[in-house]
């Protein structure tokens, strides 16, 4: 760790055994508080980490929630136990439920509706398998389609949903419309074609 010098300008003065003594006594007093001093001021400097990383984490963790409340997109946080830990306010809105009335609640319990579903079929498959799963489903309560992203998680399960409705409508509408078109097609008394941009015959229906 180091040494102790003693000098002494006294040329009459000679070190005995008792100084000897007093200055091992002393060394390893010293030394013992140096050593204490030193494991306190680690301690510290751990402490001082620990600290600023519990902040770095809080602020993370802040900011995480903060997207999640102001994003429209609804958000489900589940435990091994499928108990709800955390929903955001697009979940609670779009249910008309109170986040802290469904704190502890299996997922289950507050959407029965999901059992026996894909809803269950693909969250059990995500958390057996421990990979996401991507799904559409239409949500009977509110005749509502759904897309859902369900990522497993040291916790449990973090689902993502988004009301797609608009898309269904749009894509059943485009769906009819071809339907139509391929009527009118297949049974025109004329004979009709369909070619590509190099004028080359890509159909044809039955009249011709």
């Given at each position: 760790m180091g040494s102790i010098w003693l000098v002494t300008h006294n040329p009459a003065r000679h070190f005995d055994l008792e100084d000897q003594r007093i200055?091992?006594?002393l060394s390893g007093f010293i030394g013992v508080?140096?050593?204490?001093?030193?494991?306190?001021?680690?301690?510290?400097?751990?402490?001082?980490?620990?600290?600023?990383?519990?902040?770095a984490f809080d602020r993370a963790?802040?900011?995480?929630?903060?997207?999640?409340?102001?994003?429209?997109?609804?958000?489900?946080?589940?435990?091994?136990?499928?108990r709800i830990t955390y929903i955001n306010q697009a979940t609670a809105k779009l249910n008309n439920l109170s986040p802290v009335d469904t704190i502890g609640?299996?997922?289950?319990?507050v959407w029965s509706w999901?059992?026996?579903t894909i809803v269950e079929q693909n969250y059990r498959q995500a958390v057996a398998n421990q990979t996401p799963v991507h799904f559409e489903v239409l949500y009977e309560p509110l005749t509502m389609w759904l897309e859902i992203h369900a990522y497993p998680s040291i916790e449990g399960l973090n689902i993502f949903c988004r009301d797609i409705s608009d898309h269904k409508q749009v894509e059943t509408t485009l769906y009819q419309q071809f339907a139509e078109i391929e009527a009118i097609y297949n049974t025109a008394p004329i004979g009709l074609a369909i070619l590509d941009v190099n004028l080359r015959f890509v159909r044809l229906n039955q009249k011709l």
């Open positions: 200055l091992t006594n508080a140096l050593a204490n001093l030193r494991a306190r001021q680690v301690a510290e400097e751990l402490l001082q980490r620990e600290q600023a990383a519990q902040q963790a802040n900011r995480a929630i903060q997207i999640l409340e102001s994003t429209t997109d609804c958000f489900v946080s589940l435990d091994h136990e499928w609640k299996t997922y289950w319990e999901s059992r026996g």
